[in-house]
């Protein structure tokens, strides 16, 4: 690894995947504190419901309650008919068992009404002992009124353990009145609290009730039974019991988990993502790294390449100008070397021009229906005589019919002189190239063959790109651009033909210029 690469691949671990590695693990550890969190929340939400349930529970009490006191407070004006109206009352809801009424002044003078019939005194005697012996209790009660907050204190009755004794203050009497209301706890969960379960619950939680003592579920709105619940919760006006709730089907701890699973993998998405965004910006910049080594290797090729003629041009036509040259025919062949220089410098800036407009896409092909045959002979009698003086044994096969193709002749030549020229400077020992014409099945053809220094297969498909050129072999002695096979496969993708290489090293290469058959027309 050369020492950019070395400095990209740091660049690109600092900046990317050590951030990501990190984030992942800060979001590993912090996965048990987020399940804490996330429990919570839920818990809190849950909890959000039973006290919902727990104020509507309070709000059922004191409007009963509001109801008998105001009853009662009748009785100043018409006792017979508020005394109808409490045993009316009571007789109509059976929830509540008894309503008691005391001046707090005299705990013992209060009066009892019974579900829907007087009470015995047996019946007296256990209310004012709850009364009395809840004394204290009503006296905080007394305070609390007068400092404008009503409270309903729940207490155990002495006989009855399902019986709920709720005392609170009346409000439309000027000296407090304590108010008992005796309620049948199971009554009211099953008939009172139970709808408002059912439709706070809304098919999506279970909310059951519970006996703290002995544990005994007394209400469910589901029948799942060894349901985990959480959180669970007294019932503020029945002490002795509890209501606890659960999301129906899976259990927080489960829909923790499952966030907790979702966000893993989502960064886990992400870090990959990262990563192979990071492979590719590698991919990129080392390609751009190789173009720009490409490239300025390319102009030092060209620069080689144009002052080689421009030296000798220069230096023939001085040697010609000082008049030196005595005879004729050093002069002539002075001239035709500098003819030639001037050639090939044409050629090189040619080729370069060439090229540009064929990457800008401004190259301008002229198409008509030409002979490939006879573009490829021209070109090889041009070249036979050089190269037979250059010591290159040079074959031309033809086909022997037609080979008519919608084509840019002049276009089609340039590429069948760079194929020869390669052949020329990559051929070492073995000089020898073959040029063929033909027709297949698919495609009319010409074929440029040589026994040079081969391409290794490595190469074969990078021959194609511009600037590209073999690292090895004849390639440190021999010029180039980098640009000749670069044209040709423009040049044939714009006659939407293609380029085949044949090639193997040290044996020789094949390059087939393919164009497609022009369709027979019935
Ligand atoms: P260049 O100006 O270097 O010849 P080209 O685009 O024509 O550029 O060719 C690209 C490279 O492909 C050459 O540098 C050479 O390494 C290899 N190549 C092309 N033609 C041949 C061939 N006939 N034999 C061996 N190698 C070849």
Redesign the pocket.
Known sequence: MNRQIKIIVSALILIIVLPAVFFAIYEFNSSSNNEKIIRQIYENQLGMIIFSLNSASEDMVSTWGNKLSSYYWEQGKDKNLAEAKIKAFLKQNKTIRFAGFAPVKNLKSGDLYMDGESCNSEDKKTFEYVLVFNKQGINRLVQYNKEGYRKFEPVAGPENPDITYILFISEFTDEPVVVCLGIDSKKFINENLGPKIKASANNMFIVSVFKKNDGAKVYSNDIENNAVYSPKKTIWILPSYEIAIKLKGVTIEEIAQKRINENLLLVAALILLLIAGGIVIFRNIKKEMKLAEIKSEFVSNVSHELRTPLALINMFAETLSMGRLKTEEKKEEYYKIISQEATRLSNIVNKILNFSQSEAGKRKYNFKQADLNEITEKVFNSYQYHLQNKGFKFKGEFAADILDVECDPEAVAEAII?LVD??V??SGDTKEINIRTGSNEKFVFVEVA?K????PDEDQKR?FEKF???SSGL?HNTK???????IVKHIMDAHKGRVDLF?KKDEG?RFVLNFNKPEIKP
Do not use: E, M, P, Q
Request: proline share 0%; glycine share 20%.
């Open positions: 760079n390669n052949s400077k990559y040589d040079g220094i081969g391409i021959v590209f050129r073999v390639i180039g651009t980098g640009l000749g096979l670069a090639s290469s």
